[in-house]
């Protein structure tokens, strides 16, 4: 049966965190009623589970007006509804179509204006424009505000181009170096950080200088440099600055991001379940980053359902790095949950489908989650033949100096030839010991590493009996049987 407060009920459930947070911190609510379906609603905003109800017996025009009022306050303070506001409006000025309303409104927020928003650059630009709207009128009071306006900000106009166009400089640094190839980035770390503590400068380049940080960190893997800055962030969003839901929830997506590499799964969990609260461009990313935390804690099932609720994102998206790491974790999740056949399936289709676009995005990432389902049925001719059409060891051979890489691929490879006899126990142990040597020193992969060994342990215990592989477990090769047993049969499968 529809709820009764079903339509608010939709809305409050939409609502984020920290914009709660800022209206109850801004609320000067007399109604004591509105301030306790307001504190409801804030309560509910930080579960990702099951959120509690709201008291039908209450009037239903005191919902209405709550709603109305939430609105009006977080549009008043969306950067994005602003920078609405100055497309709309240079339109009307480039069209000679503007409103005295709106020239009323332009004006009031040029003269009132003190220190660069979040879109300065295109706020300034506006102005710009409105001043030749003025003077060819020969509006000559108007066009003297507007004019003060431009000499007063014109050197953090310039300043703030020039910084975005450095940031753009950096950031072709830094995917250069997140994409295999020796280009260093991590001279860019310094000059982010400052741009993004400039409280004189505009929020736009400020957040983009923090979202290459994060890219960057997470490249080198310096994860404790992001907490401060998260941190900062966070108090300017409960403070109602640089907000719109859209940076709201790309904030959530990148926390949710250090926290797995922290190895902090719940707080990472929570943080993922915020970025898709409410459909955005770069809601594919988000779904897949949260479907792979969900398969590291075992929870496939979950993880499914995640990756199945952007069903339609995937079909619609030219965006091929989503796309395909779309199908890869979709076909992890069937793996998990022993649907092999299915998975396999899947595979094929897609790679018919899209070949030359899975090798020109991510091959890899798709191929050990194919190569995993083929595996798992005992189809190792199968998987040979796969991997010799494709080439598949020759690529992974130049894979290797990537910071993600993992020799998944290879692993399959040499198991398949194992079990169809091309090689003996002793080349098998030899490989493996190798291939663990190169990668035991990653910390951040023991994990991921453990993995891939409870994976194919099953299909050749003889091998894995002789593996001296439990000091990268344990930090030691003389603890217990039984205490390597327990681990081993408690650790997340792949």
């Not at 306790?36 to 109800?53: A, C, D, M």
């Not at 199968?382 to 692993?411: F, G, H, M, Q």
């Not at 169809?420 to 990668?439: A, D, K, Y």
Request: hydrophobic share 35%.
């Amino acid at each position: 049966m529809r709820n009764k407060l079903q339509t608010f009920t939709d809305f409050a459930d939409a609502l984020l965190p920290h914009e709660t947070e800022y209206l109850l911190s801004n609320q000067q609510f007399e109604d004591k009623v509105k301030l306790r379906i307001l504190e409801r609603v804030h309560e509910n905003s930080q579960r990702t589970g099951e959120k509690l109800p709201y008291d039908v017996s209450i009037d239903k025009r005191k919902y209405s007006h709550l709603k109305n009022w939430i609105n009006d306050r977080l549009k008043a303070i969306d950067v994005d509804a602003r920078f609405e506001w100055m497309i709309q409006t240079e339109q009307q000025i480039m069209t000679d179509s503007i409103e005295p309303a709106a020239e009323k409104r332009l004006l009031k927020s040029i003269s009132r204006y003190k220190r660069p928003c979040f879109f300065f650059t295109k706020y300034y630009e506006l102005a710009e424009n409105y001043r030749h709207f003025l003077l060819i009128r020969m509006r000559y009071e108007d066009h003297k505000i507007v004019d003060a306006f431009l000499r007063k900000f014109r050197e953090s106009y310039l300043r703030s181009k020039d910084v975005n166009d450095k940031i753009h400089t950096a950031t072709a640094d830094i995917v250069e170096h997140y994409s295999g190839n020796q280009k260093e980035s991590l001279q860019w770390e310094e000059w982010l950080s400052d741009v993004f503590y400039d409280e004189s400068l505009d929020g736009l380049n400020r957040y983009y200088a923090l979202v290459r940080l994060t890219f960057l960190f997470l490249n080198y893997r310096r994860y404790d440099n992001l907490l401060d800055k998260f941190d900062y962030l966070d108090t300017r969003f409960k403070e109602g600055k640089y907000y719109s839901k859209r940076i709201l929830l790309n904030y959530y997506h990148n926390r949710m991001l250090v926290h797995t590499k922290f190895k902090e799964y719940d707080k990472a969990t929570h943080f993922g379940y915020l970025s898709i609260r409410t459909r955005v461009k770069d809601a594919l990313l988000y779904v897949n980053n949260l479907s792979a935390i969900l398969l590291r804690q075992n929870r496939p099932a979950e993880a499914l359902e995640v990756l199945k609720s952007a069903s339609q994102d995937m079909k619609e998206t030219k965006n091929f790095h989503n796309k395909i790491g779309y199908v890869a974790f979709y076909v992890k999740c069937l793996n998990q949950l022993k649907k092999y056949k299915n998975a396999e399936n899947y595979s094929d289709v897609f790679l018919r489908a899209y070949r030359n676009e899975i090798f020109a995005y991510r091959w890899h990432l798709f191929f050990s989650s194919y190569l995993e389902s083929v595996l798992l049925q005992e189809k190792y001719a199968r998987l040979c033949k796969v991997a010799r059409k494709y080439k598949l060891l020759e690529r992974d051979s130049k894979y290797r100096d990537k910071a993600v890489y993992l020799p998944v691929i290879p692993w399959y490879i040499q198991v398949a030839r194992y079990k169809l006899e091309q090689i003996n126990t002793q080349e098998l142990s030899h490989f493996m010991q190798e291939s663990l040597r190169e990668i035991e020193k990653d910390t951040d992969k023991l994990s991921l590493i453990q993995n891939m060994v409870n994976l194919v342990k099953p299909l050749a215990p003889n091998v894995f009996r002789k593996l001296e592989i439990d000091h990268l477990f344990f930090g030691t090769t003389s603890r217990q049987e039984k205490e390597i047993k327990r681990i081993e049969e408690h650790a997340p499968q792949s």
